[in-house]
């Protein structure tokens, strides 16, 4: 299995996650899965059926974040060129085709939050921006088409 790559922040809320899910998440579906079987015979009972599949995504989400943390390697700031478009970089872009500024920051998969402007390097645009510095033009194939953006800064 390969490493994953954490910005601090990302491992961080992975962490929390984690532990939200094997003591607050585990204790609520445990007494829900008690209030069903005390409605009787369980092997009729749609609530106990609900409440043991959702023990079952529970765990599954458990294990799945283990193992990311277990794999997981927060990155090293200082280690990277601030000048380049890398992983943990936060770059400010201009659409070429309607000038809108757009402000994307670039995190590992499991990071990858769009809604907050976290875009995953295995993503298009993630792949199309690594490696460019300030100033590149950046022609992105995406599968409603090509976006073209100019760098116009990048920090971390």
């Known amino acids: 299995m390969d490493?994953?790559?954490?910005?601090?922040?990302?491992?961080?809320?992975?962490?929390?996650?984690?532990?939200?899910?094997?003591?607050?998440r585990r204790r609520e579906?445990?007494?829900?899965?008690?209030?069903?079987?005390?409605?009787?015979?369980?092997r009729e009972n749609a609530e106990y059926e609900a409440a043991k599949e959702a023990q079952a995504l529970?765990?599954?989400?458990?294990?799945?974040?283990?193992s990311k943390l277990a794999r997981g390697q927060i990155l090293d700031d200082t280690q990277i060129p601030k000048d380049e478009i890398l992983l943990g970089a936060t770059v400010e872009l201009e659409d070429m085709d309607n000038g809108q500024k757009i402000k994307y920051t670039l995190v590992s998969e499991a990071?990858?939050?769009?809604e907050q402007g976290k875009i995953s390097i295995t993503s298009p645009v993630g792949k199309g921006l690594l490696g460019h510095k300030k100033g590149d033009i950046?022609?992105?194939?995406?599968?409603?088409?090509?976006?073209?953006?100019?760098?116009?800064?990048?920090?971390?």
């Open 58 to 66: 529970n765990e599954k989400r458990i294990s799945e974040l283990e």
């Open 29 to 42: 579906l445990s007494k829900e899965i008690g209030k069903a079987r005390a409605h009787g015979d369980i």
């Open 138 to 156: 950046v022609n992105i194939e995406v599968p409603a088409g090509a976006i073209k953006y100019k760098v116009l800064k990048i920090s971390r």
């Open 111 to 114: 990071e990858g939050d769009f």
């Open 3 to 24: 490493n994953i790559y954490f910005t601090e922040e990302g491992f961080e809320k992975l962490r929390k996650d984690l532990e939200f899910l094997k003591t607050v």
